[in-house]
């Protein structure tokens, strides 16, 4: 126990969950960082891991040892961000919850104010919103900057919702909001503040407080700026009543893409080669396309599980493998509709979709399985 009064078994008013990977140097930090201001509030940090190589959950652990205002899960054989942020939700009692980057990039000074709107009934949701610091201008790059803005007028389009920066993953609610909404939240995304406002209908009453972003001090950052592309898949996923999963989305999506790639490497080769060659051609845009599918897919849908340097190799065998498959399941089914019913597009959009929702069951089933590498 340590001697500081705010650390006798009071009851947490505020959970603030910590969802890492690979983050063992800033947990210290952070942990210190909540002490100094969080003091007077009975709060506590809560550490998702998901099994970090670097000992994240360890070094989370130790402290837990001394301080009961850290807890840590630790998750194996399970990765994400989004559900590792449910989970540290669902784990509190508190009356409120809040979620924060476990690598200091969020200024966590603004957490009391992000807690007195809530506190005080001035709204359902407090949000953390990047700005640019005023006197270096410094904080977002301009193109991250431009990204944001776009992603901020179409989030209104779609939600209905003004939030300024939806793509944030600083944010503070009641815990009786997110336990009404747990059970229509996505585990498998990136951007759950987008989940939260999407599965609210737009109705939780949000207030924006600005921090200036900061640089990453200590580890590397795990999410490439194409996980935007996330946000697509959740207001496709919602826009169905969540028939479909965004996982399913973002794979049609890239699928589509794959589609272009080809059309496109099969007009250039055509162009060089002449239509002599159209099987060649045809082969090589085939590959062309399966490798968009799978670098992309690897990158985003299948993130959390996905394969690195040499592994690729077996990974996009695999894949080229079980689509494959797909393929002559697609070929094959719209050959025999058309000759039963003869309307070519029908035949045609029917065999791309047992195709595509092959690819998907056998991409999830064996290609990325459960596992996490590095
Ligand atoms: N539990 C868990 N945390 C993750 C995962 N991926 C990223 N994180 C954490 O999510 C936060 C944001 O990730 P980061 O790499 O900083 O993203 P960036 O700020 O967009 O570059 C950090 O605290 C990461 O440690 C994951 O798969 N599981
Ligand atoms: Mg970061």
Not at 144 to 167: C, E, I, T
Request: charged share 20%; aromatic share 10%; proline share 5%.
């Amino acid at each position: 126990m340590t001697s500081d009064p705010a650390a006798p078994d009071i009851r947490p008013t505020l959970s603030v969950i910590v969802p890492t990977y690979r983050e063992a140097a800033n947990v210290p930090m952070l942990f210190a960082r909540l002490q100094a201001t969080l003091a007077g509030l009975p709060w506590e940090m809560i550490v998702v891991d998901d099994d970090s190589p670097d000992g994240t959950a360890n070094v989370a652990f130790e402290i837990a040892r001394r301080d009961p205002r850290l807890r840590c899960l630790r998750r194996v054989n399970r990765s994400g961000l989004a559900g590792a942020v449910i989970e540290g939700w669902l784990a509190s009692s508190a009356d409120f919850v809040a979620v924060i980057d476990g690598d200091l990039q969020h200024d966590e000074a603004i957490l009391p104010q992000m807690y007195a709107a809530l506190a005080e009934r001035r709204g359902d949701l407090s949000i953390g919103t990047r700005v640019a610091d005023p006197k270096t201008a410094a904080g977002l790059s301009p193109a991250r900057q431009k990204l944001s803005n776009l992603g901020a007028w179409f989030f209104r389009r779609v939600a209905g919702a003004a939030v300024s920066d939806p793509m944030s993953g600083f944010f503070m609610l009641r815990r009786e909001t997110v336990t009404q909404l747990a059970p229509r939240l996505s585990p498998e995304g990136f951007k759950i503040l987008v989940d939260v406002v999407l599965s609210s209908g737009g109705r939780l009453k949000t207030v924006e407080v600005p921090y200036v972003f900061r640089p990453r001090q200590a580890g590397e950052s795990k999410l490439s700026p194409l996980v935007g592309i996330d946000f697509l898949g959740l207001v496709v996923h919602h826009a169905t009543g969540g028939l479909l999963p965004i996982r399913f989305v973002l794979f049609a999506l890239i699928g589509a893409i794959g589609l272009l790639v080809h059309l496109l490497v099969l007009t250039g080769l055509i162009e060089r080669l002449g239509p002599q060659d159209f099987d060649d051609a045809q082969i090589a845009a085939t590959i062309a396309a399966m490798a968009s599918n799978f670098l992309l897919n690897n990158e985003l849908t299948y993130r959390a599980y996905r394969y690195r340097g040499l592994g690729m190799v077996g990974g996009f065998a695999l894949f080229a493998l079980l689509c494959s498959v797909g393929a002559i399941a697609n070929y094959n089914i719209a050959a025999w509709l058309f000759q039963r019913q003869s309307v070519w597009w029908v035949a045609g959009l029917a065999g791309a979709l047992i195709g595509v929702v092959w690819n998907y069951a056998a991409s999830n089933t064996f290609v990325w399985r459960r596992r996490r590498v590095g």
